[in-house]
T-cell receptor
Framework: TQLLEQSPQFLSIQEGENLTVYCNSS?????LQWYRQEPGEGPVLLVT?????EVKKLKRLTFQFGDARKDSSLHITAAQPGDTGLYLC????????????FGTGTRLQVTL | DAGVIQSPRHEVTEMGQEVTLRCKPI?????LFWYRQTMMRGLELLIY????????DSGMPEDRFSAKMPNASFSTLKIQPSEPRDSAVYFC????????????FGNGTRLTVT
């Protein structure tokens, strides 16, 4: 059972465009993490959001945790080719990684 | 720190053969995880250890899969006998068992069973 659904599954955009990736669930999570995975490598943590409604910014990336802690979004402003990769959200039922559930993933390609 | 180290990076084997994947976690991390990633099913947790003890192996597909962690710096995932449907990328990850600690992944082992 996939508890975290991400949309869109695939996204191909041109450099300079903005985009938003969504991560949705019917379950409540104590925290939510976003990872980016590049070809041939393992996922790497981008951010952790903990509080409902929390917004975190990482350069051109803005992450938001839903008020009810069931969903999250990732917004990228002025995408660059270096943003290309697989974006994964992961929800924690408790505070520890042992209960982390990964989303279905969004594969982003940014072209020149 | 060198990060989580997995070997081999690629493994090609014939159906029925035994396959052993290896992992060295980050020093000081007390939790270790084995994940499998496929296009169809995404990233799935197979098993995780805490302080070298297997805590949850409910994700292990069947008895052909087994995992061990003989000490804090080494773990193996074994498939015997292997089948073509086991073809996937297998990731090992480690973390501290503390609040909101992230997972640190290795670069994976790409397994192809023909």
């Amino acid at each position: 059972t996939q508890l975290l659904e991400q949309s869109p599954q695939f996204l191909s955009i041109q450099e300079g465009e903005n985009l938003t990736v969504y991560c949705n669930s019917s379950s409540v999570f104590s925290s939510l993490q976003w990872y980016r995975q590049e070809p041939g490598e393992g996922p790497v943590l981008l951010v952790t959001v903990v509080t409902g409604g929390e917004v975190k910014k990482l350069k051109r990336l803005t992450f938001q945790f839903g008020d009810a802690r069931k969903d999250s979004s990732l917004h990228i402003t002025a995408a660059q080719p270096g943003d290309t990769g697989l974006y994964l959200c992961a929800g924690a039922r408790t505070g520890t990684a042992s209960k982390l559930t990964f989303g279905t993933g969004t594969r982003l390609q940014v072209t020149l | 720190d060198a990060g989580v180290i997995q070997s081999p990076r690629h493994e090609v084997t014939e159906m029925g053969q035994e396959v052993t994947l290896r992992c060295k976690p980050i020093s000081g991390h007390n939790s270790l995880f084995w994940y499998r990633q496929t296009m169809m099913r995404g990233l799935e947790l197979l098993i995780y250890f805490n302080n070298n003890v297997p805590i949850d192996d409910s994700g292990m597909p069947e008895d052909r899969f087994s995992a061990k962690m003989p000490n804090a710096s080494f773990s193996t995932l074994k498939i015997q006998p292997s089948e073509p449907r086991d073809s996937a990328v297998y990731f090992c990850a480690s973390s501290l068992e503390v609040y909101n600690s992230p997972l640190h992944f290795g670069n994976g082992t790409r397994l192809t069973v023909t």
